[in-house]
Nanobody
Framework: QLQASGGGLVQAGGSLRLSCAAA????????VAWFRQAPGKEREFVAV????????YYRDSVKGRFTVSRDNARNTVDLQMISLKPEDTAVYYCATRLNWHVTYSYATVYTSWGQGTLVTVSS
């Protein structure tokens, strides 16, 4: 099971750090992605970190503002978000798959999902 945490209410320009924890021995070997879903909109890809290599990829609108990383000591994958904008408001989900998949931005390739954590950015 996955558990996302760290969401909350923040003003525009502020920062939040989300964490994704999993009941597995080590997340290091997993590909872990973050998706988000705003009210009335479809779920969209935000960022992904590749298992083992640690390569990262982001959707264009968050590049330079969001950073996905592993904390091996805590066995989590974190999403550091800075310069938040009202359009970042959404429920954020983490998802995993054991192996890399070239269509990493598609939600359907992930096998496990967390319950989501709400991020609200006020203007």
């Amino acid at each position: 099971q996955l558990q996302a945490s760290g969401g909350g209410l923040v003003q525009a320009g502020g920062s939040l750090r989300l964490s994704c924890a999993a009941a597995v021995r080590s997340l290091r070997t997993y590909t872990v992605a973050w998706f988000r879903q705003a009210p009335g909109k479809e779920r969209e890809f935000v960022a992904v970190i590749r298992g083992n290599s640690g390569s990262t990829y982001y959707r264009d609108s968050v590049k330079g503002r969001f950073t996905v990383s592993r904390d091996n000591a805590r066995n989590t994958v974190d999403l550091q978000m800075i310069s938040l904008k009202p359009e970042d408001t959404a429920v954020y989900y983490c998802a995993t798959r054991l192996n890399w998949h070239v269509t990493y931005s598609y939600a359907t390739v992930y096998t496990s999902w967390g319950q989501g954590t709400l991020v609200t950015v006020s203007s």
